[in-house]
Each structure stands twice: as structure tokens, then as C-alpha cells.
């Protein structure tokens, strides 16, 4: 059976990018058809400047967030990054694996590197091995595919040469993995800069439609999204990012294709009022789930529990073997 492993990061509230990028085809596709394991990676929160009680109330609230979208513990592994030791234990081989060059050349080191100056901070070291740690968490469940935004595809090409350099000199201890991107809302654009990705960890809040946010907020912000100076609704992602983006959300939204939905539009106006409409319908649901399991904790608690307990027994085979492989003698 296929299996499939994606992550996601306790840096900032989930956002709707998360959600249209990742998450909804988590669980509305890839746990009933693969055997499916998906994971708070709270180490990688560590990379950057971080509030320590802030990393383990977004870790819950991640996690919640992940079942309220519907993750059902039934059919999926739900774990915390930080409950399973394989996944540093296999970080530390694999960077024995990568080069220094190779980690420089990832466009989000380069760019969350250059965020760190500027506010005055130092890069830590962590940041520029943040994605061999992502391999590792990969490549430790011999995962096929890994459903993801296109941001995060370059990191996932990185994890299959890693992988297949280590086969090649140690043994054919990995599956290499692949990408695997959503049609449409690969990548949601900042509503206020759609020149920009819609990320939880910058700080534009206008510009981000973040899961938990109140239906009128969410209308607010998409009526106020940033168009472009053309006139006619038209699906052009260079030239009109804008209009682009907002039809690539109603087209995440309906199931319907973003150039055949811009035909049936004249203004600007009624195009972002059906996709506030969209998105709020979208997440009703979701926000509604939330509550509940939010007056629960003792059940979350419990399914992180599990998942990890299921994750480490996946996860040991596969890093014992890749430990034997490169070298290192076994305990007694
Ligand atoms: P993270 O936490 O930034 O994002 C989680 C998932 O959401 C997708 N995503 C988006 N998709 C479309 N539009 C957007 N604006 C948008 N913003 C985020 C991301 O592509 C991702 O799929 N490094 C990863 C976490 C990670 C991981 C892994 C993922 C760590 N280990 C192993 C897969 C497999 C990250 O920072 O994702």
C-alpha cells in the first residue's frame, strides 16, 4: 500500500494556505487511500526565534486543527515530531549525507535567512539543516508520497537526492519520495500582497485568512483583498496575480476549474464576494468541529499518544537499518 507522510509546522496559526495547500487533501483523500502519517513537527518551530510556551499551545492547537479538518485517528497516524526520537536520530545521518553547499542553495533558507537579519537576530544553525530534518522525517517511514504546497517542493527534491545518494553509497535502506501538489491552491497568495505566499509566520494579518478567524473577519478580509488595475475578470497568475489568486481559492472552494469561473464574472466586486461566501462555507464546518474537540483535550492528548506509540514502531526498523548501514556498530 501506498504511504504517504506530510508535516506541519507550529509557527503561527493555520491559515487558509495550509488548509487549500495541504490539509484538506490530508483528509479528504490521502488517509482513505494510503496508509497515511501526519505530523506536528514542532522541532522545526525551533529554527527561528521562538517563545517557548507559544510552540506548545500552537502544537495543540495544530494538532486539534488537524482533526477538525476531518484527519480521522481511525485511519491515519496523528504524532507530535518531538515524541519520536527517529527522526533526529536519522537527521544527524543524513547530514553526514548532505553537503553545505546544497543547503545554502534552498530558496527558504535564503529568504527566512535574510528575515532573521533584517529583525537583527542571528540565523541559527538549525535553519540551514532545517531540511534534512524534514528528509528525516520523510524518509524515516519509507513514505512513497508526500502531499505538499509548492513551496515546499524544492525541500522535497532534496530529500529524494539525499536519499538516493545514501542508497547508493550504504545500501538500499530508503524509498525515495515524491511530491505530490494539490491542481489548484498550490500556492494561496497574500491577499494585501498576492506577490507574496500567504504564510503563518509573517505578521500581515490582513493579507492571511487564518482557519479560526470569525465569519465576519474572513468576509472582511477577502472583500478587501488587494486586485489588480484591470477592469474584466480574467485568470492571468503573472499578469493579474490578484484576480488570480482570488479564483484559485472560489476554485478550491467549488471544484471548479479558475479560468472557467473568471468567465462568469463581470466586476471585480461580485467575484470577491462569492469567494468570501466560499471560504467561510468552506471552514463552517471546521470552526464547528474545533469547539468540540477544543472542550476535549483529554481525547487529543490520547490520539497523540497513539501516533506516536504507531509512528515509532514505523519509523525504528528503517533508521536501525540506516544506522548498520553507514557504519556504525551495533549495541550488545
Ligand atoms: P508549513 O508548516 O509551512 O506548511 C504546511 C503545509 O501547508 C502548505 N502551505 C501552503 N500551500 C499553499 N499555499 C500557501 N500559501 C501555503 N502555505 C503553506 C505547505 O506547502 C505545507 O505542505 N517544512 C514544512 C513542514 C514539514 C514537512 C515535513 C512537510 C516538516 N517536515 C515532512 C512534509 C513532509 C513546512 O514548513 O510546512
Not at 535564503?110 to 522525517?137: C, H, I, N, W
Request: charged share 25%; aromatic share 6%; proline share 6%.
Amino acid at each position: 500500500m501506498t504511504r504517504v507522510f506530510s508535516g506541519i509546522k507550529p509557527t503561527g496559526h493555520l491559515t487558509l494556505g495550509n488548509y487549500l495547500g495541504a490539509v484538506r487533501q490530508w483528509a479528504a483523500v490521502d488517509q482513505h487511500r494510503a496508509e497515511s502519517l501526519f505530523c506536528v513537527v514542532d522541532l522545526h518551530a525551533l529554527t527561528v526565534e521562538h517563545d517557548p510556551a507559544r510552540v506548545r499551545r500552537l502544537s495543540r492547537q495544530a494538532a486539534t486543527l488537524l482533526l477538525a479538518a476531518g484527519l480521522d485517528p481511525r485511519v491515519c497516524t496523528l504524532f507530535v515530531q518531538s515524541h519520536v526520537d527517529e527522526h533526529t536520530r536519522l537527521a544527524y545521518l543524513l547530514e553526514c549525507t548532505a553537503a553545505d553547499g546544497e543547503m545554502r542553495r534552498m530558496v527558504q533558507y535564503k529568504e527566512k535567512a535574510a528575515r532573521e537579519q533584517r529583525r537583527g537576530g542571528s540565523v541559527r544553525l538549525s535553519l540551514l539543516t532545517y531540511p534534512v530534518l524534514m528528509a528525516a522525517d520523510i524518509l524515516a517511514y519509507g513514505a512513497d508520497e508526500v502531499p505538499v504546497g509548492d513551496d515546499q517542493a524544492q525541500h522535497v527534491e532534496l530529500t529524494r537526492d539525499l536519499a538516493v545518494r545514501f542508497n547508493h553509497r550504504y545500501g538500499p535502506v530508503f524509498t525515495v519520495p515524491r511530491a505530490v501538489l494539490p491542481q489548484v491552491a498550490a500556492r494561496v497568495m497574500n491577499l494585501q500582497d498576492p506577490g507574496s505566499k500567504m504564510g503563518k509566520s509573517e505578521d500581515t494579518g490582513p493579507g492571511i485568512v487564518y482557519l479560526l478567524d470569525e465569519p465576519e473577519v474572513v468576509r472582511r478580509k477577502v472583500l478587501r483583498a488587494v486586485t489588480d488595475s484591470g477592469q474584466d475578470v480574467a485568470y492571468d497568475p503573472q499578469e493579474r496575480p490578484g484576480v488570480a489568486n482570488l479564483l484559485e481559492i472560489l476554485a478550491a472552494c467549488t471544484g471548479r476549474a479558475p479560468q472557467d469561473l473568471a468567465a462568469g464574472y463581470d466586476s471585480y466586486g461580485a467575484l470577491k464576494k462569492d469567494t468570501a461566501e466560499a471560504v467561510v462555507e468552506e471552514l463552517r464546518p471546521l470552526r464547528e468541529r474545533h469547539a468540540e474537540l477544543v472542550a476535549d483535550p483529554g481525547y487529543v492528548d490520547g490520539v497523540l499518544r497513539e501516533g506516536a506509540e504507531r509512528a515509532r514502531a514505523l519509523a525504528r526498523p528503517t533508521v536501525d537499518a540506516a544506522y548498520r548501514a553507514i557504519g556504525l556498530l551495533p549495541p550488545g
